[in-house]
C-alpha cells in the first residue's frame, strides 16, 4: 500500500489510469475512504457549507480549514492529503507563506488554491519553499459573488482560451496538480491533454485525469439538491464503504461521470 504522492499521481496520468479523490473533513471518513482507496483526500472549504450550513465558501477561516485537516491527517495512511487554502489567506505574499505553513504543519502534503494568472507568481513561491501546490480554475467558489452565482465557467470561446491559457501558466509556474470545476467537457478534455500534470474535474466531463466529488453528495444527505454533477452511490449501494468503491470503480471503468452529469 505505496502511499499516494505528486509523483505517482503524474504516473497515474502517463498510464492513462483515472484516479478518485473524495473530500473528507474528519478522521472516521478519512480512515474509511482511505481504506477503500480513494487516491486523493481534499480538506476542502466546501465544509463551510457542508458542515457549518454557510451558504458560500467565504466565511472559512484558516483556523478551521487546519482544524478539519489534523483530523483527517492523523488517520490517513495512503491517500494524498490536499488542504484548501480559504477565502483571503493567500492575497499577499506573506499571508500566503504563514497560512501554507499552517496548513502543511496540520498534516497537509499539497495546498489548493483558486484563481489563474494573479496566483502565478504565489504558486511558484510556494512550490520553490516546499509546498506542492493544486490549482483551481473554472467555477473556483471564493469568487461567487464575483461571479454572480455558482455559474458554469469557460462557455464561448474567448472564456474557454482564457481558461486554457491560464491552466498552461499555471503548470509553468509549478503547480502540480489542477482542478477544473464546471466546465464544459470539451475545455477539460482539451486542457487535460496539453498540460503535463494530472487534472483533476468535477462537473468537467469524463476525459481528466482523475475526479473528485464532496463525500456528502456520494452520500446523498446534502441538503437541498445535489448538484447536477453529482452521483448518490449510497442510494445504489446501500453501504458507505460500498459506495465509496462503487465510485471508484465507475470511474476507473469509464461509467462515471456519464452525459447526464456532463456541462457540453
Ligand atoms: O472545497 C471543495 O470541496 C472543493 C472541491 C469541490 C474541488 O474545492
Ligand atoms: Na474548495
Known amino acids: 500500500m505505496a502511499k499516494v504522492t505528486t509523483s505517482s499521481l503524474l504516473n497515474l496520468k502517463q498510464d492513462r ?3 478518485t479523490a ?8 478519512a480512515g474509511a475512504f482511505d481504506e477503500e482507496g480513494i487516491d486523493v483526500l481534499l480538506v476542502g472549504d466546501s465544509l463551510g457549507m457542508v458542515i457549518q450550513g454557510g451558504k ?5 477561516t484558516m ?8 483530523c483527517v491527517a492523523n488517520v490517513v495512511k495512503r ?15 506573506e499571508q500566503t507563506m504563514e497560512s501554507a505553513a499552517q496548513l502543511m504543519r496540520a498534516g497537509a502534503s499539497m495546498v489548493k488554491l483558486e484563481g489563474g494568472h494573479w496566483l502565478l507568481e504565489t504558486i511558484t513561491m510556494l512550490t520553490e519553499r516546499g509546498v506542492p501546490v493544486c490549482a483551481h480554475l473554472g467555477l473556483t467558489p471564493q469568487s461567487v459573488h464575483v461571479f454572480g452565482g455558482f455559474k458554469i465557467q469557460g462557455r464561448g470561446d474567448e472564456n474557454a482560451q482564457r481558461i486554457l491559457e491560464e491552466a498552461k501558466a499555471i503548470e509553468q509556474a509549478g503547480a502540480q496538480l489542477l482542478v477544473l470545476e464546471c466546465i464544459p467537457a470539451q475545455l477539460a478534455q482539451t486542457i487535460s491533454e496539453t498540460l503535463t500534470i494530472p487534472v483533476i474535474g468535477i462537473g468537467a466531463g469524463k476525459d481528466t485525469d482523475g475526479q473528485i466529488l464532496v463525500m456528502h453528495d456520494i452520500l446523498g444527505i446534502s441538503s437541498g439538491y445535489i448538484p447536477k454533477f453529482s452521483k448518490n452511490y449510497l442510494a445504489q449501494t446501500g453501504d458507505i464503504r460500498l459506495a465509496v468503491k462503487a465510485f471508484i470503480q ?4 469509464g461509467v462515471f461521470p456519464a452525459e447526464e452529469h456532463t456541462f457540453n
Do not use: G, N, W
Not at 22 to 29: E, G, I, Q, R, V
Not at 56 to 60: E, F, M, Y
Not at 63 to 70: F, G, K, L, P, S
Not at 250 to 253: H, I, R
Open 56 to 60: 458560500d465558501t467565504c466565511a472559512v
Open 79 to 93: 491517500a494524498l492529503v490536499i488542504a484548501d487554502m480559504p477565502f483571503m489567506s493567500y492575497a499577499t505574499p
Open 17 to 19: 489510469t483515472k484516479f
Open 22 to 29: 473524495l473530500t473528507a473533513y474528519d478522521a472516521s471518513f
Open 63 to 70: 483556523e478551521e480549514v487546519a482544524y478539519h485537516t489534523r
Open 250 to 253: 465507475e470511474v476507473a471503468d
